[in-house]
């Protein structure tokens, strides 16, 4: 059984940083692309940053330059960077990756249970 974990959410003030962590445990075979969403109060959740399949990255036009993406491929863990915070970024941050546990087997898509930052004075 595949499971995403997230850790590192929070509160924090304007201006600050964060890094959310996803660890994806469990019997792993794969991972393709694999990202951050999240969902603020009263609206839809949205990409803020991926690695795609084809190795490149993705970010919303909302956290260029603040926020960066990274990963360590030999632990199945990425993380989110989150510099000069604002409270528009106040939302719960979900990690998603494709994922397969067999070579026999296509990827499926995997979401993490959800991290609350918050960003506020």
């Known amino acids: 059984q595949v499971q995403l974990v997230e850790s590192g959410g929070g509160l924090v003030q304007p201006g600050g940083s964060l890094r959310l962590s996803c660890a994806a445990t469990?019997?792993?075979?794969?991972?393709?692309?694999m990202g951050w969403y999240r969902r603020a109060p009263g609206k839809l959740r949205e990409l803020v940053a991926a690695?795609?399949?084809?190795?490149?990255?993705n970010y919303a036009d909302s956290v260029k330059g603040r926020f960066t993406i990274s990963r360590d491929k030999n632990k199945n863990i990425w993380y989110l960077q989150m510099n000069s915070l604002k409270p528009e970024d106040t939302a719960v941050y979900y990690c998603d990756a494709d994922v397969s546990d067999s070579p026999h087997r296509l990827r499926m898509r995997y979401w993490g249970q959800g991290t609350q930052v918050t960003v506020s004075s």
């Open positions: 690695f795609t399949g084809s190795n490149s990255t």
């Open positions: 469990g019997s792993i075979f794969s991972i393709g692309a």
